[in-house]
């Protein structure tokens, strides 16, 4: 039973840190949308251009982060949760996974897989992208605290 309560809080932290990255990412994309406005000037402009590209790589780096940290997370839960969950929640719960992973690989092609010039071209969608993704991992984190809550209270 320890063992038990031992696995499902560090799933619970796993989200705390999870969402820490999430947050890095939202505090990031706040300078964004004025910076995207001046998208000509920033090419014309190799000081602009440098700094922009800085501000890129951070961004970038959080991505990165966040994807390294989903992937462990995921892998975690991969091997506990299917025994405590059963199969229909379990679906469910991978269903999400799928589809953040699946958001994660739209945006690196974008985010990372691009040169600066394309980048600020199509970074408004970008952003949005990002924006989307951090909410929905957000989400599903919260949903998952729910379900290890209940786990929590169960007598195992």
């Known amino acids: 039973m320890l063992e038990g309560l031992k696995t499902i809080e560090s799933l619970t932290n796993e989200h705390f840190g999870l969402r820490g990255h999430m947050e890095i990412i939202r505090e990031l994309l706040k300078e964004w949308d004025k910076l995207l406005e001046s998208r000509d000037s920033i090419l014309g402009n190799q000081e602009s251009l440098r700094a922009v590209t800085a501000k890129r790589r951070s961004l970038q780096q959080a991505i990165g982060y966040l994807e390294d940290g989903l992937k462990f997370h995921h892998l975690h839960e991969y091997n506990i949760l299917p025994s405590l969950v059963g199969d229909l929640l379990w679906k469910a719960i991978t269903r999400e996974h ?40 957000s989400f599903h984190s919260v949903r998952e605290d729910g379900i290890l809550y209940f786990l929590r209270e169960a007598p195992l």
């Open 98 to 137: 799928d589809e953040m992973m699946d958001r994660l690989d739209k945006i690196d092609s974008l985010l990372i897989n691009t040169g600066i010039e394309v980048f600020l071209e199509k970074g408004k969608e970008v952003i949005q992208l990002i924006n989307d993704l951090v909410t929905f991992c």
